[in-house]
């Protein structure tokens, strides 16, 4: 199983970028996925996650408005879109990958952020926010 990030890199405040991570390996459409941040001493924590058909999507408060998930079945990647960047976004961007369950209703608007469920991940993107 392969999670593999591309796309992070030194940006200004208030510009963009795009994330891709490219799953080989699984089964990619019977994945939820899911994109999380981390910085050095601090908590790993939710930003987005998308649901197997893509129908559904899920943002942290933090980055709704400015950022944007979307994955492509057929070749197998998930990609956020970062808009309007600030130096709150600095972090290193993980890529994760969670098996739809058979029975439940599983992501929920309030249980979407539940990293447990998240059983493959990449090895992340640095994403640096200059001003």
């Known amino acids: 199983v392969q999670l593999v990030e591309s796309g992070g890199g030194l940006v200004q405040s208030g510009g963009s970028l795009l994330l891709s991570c490219e799953a080989s390996?699984?089964?990619?459409?019977?994945?939820?996925m899911g994109w999380f941040r981390q910085v050095a001493g601090k908590e790993r924590e939710a930003v987005s996650s998308i649901t197997v058909s893509g129908r559904r999507k899920y943002y942290a408060d933090s980055v709704k408005g400015r950022f944007i998930i979307d994955r492509d079945n057929k070749d197998s990647v998930v990609y956020l879109q970062l808009s309007s960047l600030n130096s709150e976004d600095t972090a290193v961007y993980y890529c994760a990958a969670a098996p739809q369950p058979q029975r439940g209703h599983w992501p929920t608007s309030s249980s979407w952020e539940d990293r447990t469920k998240f059983t493959f991940w990449g090895q992340g993107t640095q994403v640096t926010v200059t001003s």
């Open positions: 390996g699984f089964k990619f459409d019977t994945y939820v």
